[in-house]
């Protein structure tokens, strides 16, 4: 997913998101959205680059739940950076893992 959005390929959402994805903090996005927007800008580099660190997978039957710190850097402004904590659930059908629900929220550091 990652490649597939640094690449701004529209191949990769039409291959990995549910027909009826959601994610429950941003109600217009939706797999259709997410195409028409990867389609608008698909010969430009995005203006950030994305990371991730962090990542469990939860596998329950037929749904996985990936959890992971995702990182943003402005390509023309390295010192900004922006963090997520990025949770994605994934559902099988017809052989094929699907994701269906996707959300983040601010990234909270933990000591440890």
């Known amino acids: 997913m990652l490649k597939g959005e640094m690449n701004r390929d529209p191949a990769v959402v039409e291959r990995i ?5 959601a994610n ?6 939706t797999k259709a959205w997410l195409v028409a927007a990867v389609r608008e800008y698909q010969e430009q580099a995005p203006p950030y680059i994305a990371s991730q ?28 950076v922006d963090r997520k ?19 983040s929220s601010p990234h909270q550091k933990t000591e440890r």
């Open 24 to 29: 429950p903090g941003r109600p217009a996005w």
């Open 53 to 80: 660190k962090d990542m469990h997978v939860y596998m329950h039957g037929d749904s996985a739940i990936a959890m992971y710190v995702k990182k943003y850097v402005a390509r023309d402004k390295p010192d900004q």
């Open 85 to 103: 904590d990025q949770t994605d659930v994934f559902v099988r059908s017809a052989g094929a893992w699907k994701l269906k629900v996707s959300r």
């Open 17 to 21: 998101y549910a027909d009826d994805c």
